[in-house]
């Protein structure tokens, strides 16, 4: 695994393995890449909570009335749980539309004048796209009124103790829904075992319990990989555990095995061009490795 750079593994509360590789350090931050995403889905959680947002059944029309002006009914009725679980039923903005979408004037209308290519919710199947979340950031700032980045500091990254710095913008000034947050390694530790604690941190609760228990109920599944999706979180088994994972493009993820107390960080090289097998070398270390060693009596 000529790619992987850090290897962090919590077990029981206590960080029982941390490795660095090819010259990486553990203070030198990392893109976690879509990563982000998991992070994104907490922050709604939260605005939930505060009663920023009313609820994940919330729709679009409601939350960004300006933004949805004039358009169909389907797209002002795409709800927040739709787009935690990409399932709004909109064309894509990743993979072959990416490039196009992030070089557009504006993200937050462009991600909205995708066409409708199926069923939103329950109906409708998953469409993996980036457009999803950063919608859901927009909601973030124009709800709660400040940027989304003011926002996680104050309700997630402090809290933890994370020094979570501005990341990139859209030209509209709304921090990107799910790409390009920058993360030391065991910060993206940290971030998992709040999730493996339900939300709770040094005895405070950052995130409501119920939150991340629903976070991690499957509601679709890939087309591509089969994995299961929640809102923000993939889900899948590991040797018949049941495992969480955030995941990032070229290997950046946080695995979570709750049965087991087991939280792992791996960050990676995110700049060679083709992936070729590296994340599912990874996907064997834990099932083939990591899982078995902590599951031995």
């Known amino acids: 695994m ?51 947002i009313p609820g994940v059944h919330s729709t679009l029309g409601e939350l960004l009335p300006a933004e949805t002006q004039g358009l169909e009914p389907e797209k002002r009725d795409i709800t927040v749980g ?44 998953m469409i993996y796209s980036t457009g999803s979340t950063h919608l859901l950031s927009a909601v973030v700032a124009r709800r709660t009124g400040m940027s989304t980045h003011r926002f996680a500091q104050r309700h997630l990254a402090r809290p933890l103790g994370i020094d979570l710095r501005p990341w990139q913008t859209d030209p509209q000034g709304i921090h990107f829904g799910g790409n390009d947050m920058y993360l030391t390694p065991r910060e993206l530790l ?19 319990a119920a939150w991340v228990d629903s976070s991690f109920v499957q509601r679709t599944s890939s087309p591509w990989n089969g994995n299961g999706y929640g809102y923000g979180w993939w889900t899948r088994t590991a040797r018949g555990v049941r495992v969480h994972y955030a995941w990032g493009y070229g290997g950046q993820f ?34 083939d490795d990591i899982v078995p060693a902590v599951s031995i009596p």
């Open 254 to 287: 946080v695995f979570l095995a709750p049965s087991l107390e087991l939280v792992i960080a791996m960050t990676s090289d995110a700049e060679t061009p083709r992936e070729g097998g590296h994340n599912s070398a990874l996907h064997r270390l834990v099932d």
């Open 190 to 208: 940290r971030f998992g075992a709040l999730y493996l604690g339900r939300g709770s941190w040094n005895g405070t609760q950052v995130l409501p």
């Open 82 to 125: 739709d787009l935690l679980s990409m399932r709004a039923g909109l064309r894509s903005t990743s993979f072959d539309n990416y490039g196009e979408w992030v070089t557009s004037s504006n993200w937050v209308r462009s991600a909205l004048a995708q066409p409708i290519v199926a069923p939103r919710g329950d109906r409708g199947p």
């Open 2 to 52: 000529p790619r992987l750079r850090s290897l962090l593994i919590q077990w029981r509360g206590e960080t029982v393995a941390e490795h660095y590789f090819h010259g990486a350090t553990a203070g030198r931050r990392v893109n976690i890449k879509s990563a982000s995403k998991s992070i994104l889905s907490a922050l709604v959680g939260i605005a939930i909570a505060e009663g920023h």
